[in-house]
């Protein structure tokens, strides 16, 4: 069973950094595209980055290019997303995901997501 859980959020203010963390186990991490996506209070689910097997491939959407930086350690089953310059927009649940067999995002039908439970990271002064 796919088991994802996210850590290292927390309150921070603007223009600061955070690093959060995802442990993975029932499957077979190295293996596939990782994801992380994102939820703010009152909003739908966005695509935060992405990145495939090897961490030689990322993808990154628009409205955090720059900023955050995806990466994993294949070795420790670790997904890993580094964000910095936070701004107030950013303030979301964070969640490690996962297509089934690793196939990218967005998952298609056949191809369910696993999503861990969430870590909280709010940007405020």
């Known amino acids: 069973e796919v088991h994802l859980v996210e850590s290292g959020g927390g309150l921070v203010q603007p223009g600061g950094s955070l690093r959060l963390s995802c442990t993975a186990s029932?499957?077979?991490?190295?293996?596939?595209?990782m994801h992380w996506v994102r939820q703010a209070p009152g909003k739908g689910l966005e695509w935060v980055s992405s990145?495939?097997?090897?961490?030689?491939?990322?993808n990154t959407a628009d409205s955090v290019k720059g900023r955050f930086t995806i990466s994993r350690d294949n070795t420790k089953n670790m997904l890993y997303l580094q964000m910095n310059s936070l701004k107030s927009e950013d303030t979301a649940h964070y969640y490690c995901?996962?297509?089934?067999?690793?196939?990218?995002?967005?998952?298609?039908?056949?191809?369910?997501?696993?999503r861990g439970q969430g870590t909280l990271v709010t940007v405020s002064s």
């Open positions: 995901s996962r297509c089934s067999y690793g196939v990218r995002w967005p998952c298609p039908d056949r191809y369910p997501e696993v």
């Open positions: 029932g499957f077979v991490f190295g293996n596939g595209w």
């Open positions: 990145i495939y097997t090897g961490g030689g491939t990322t």
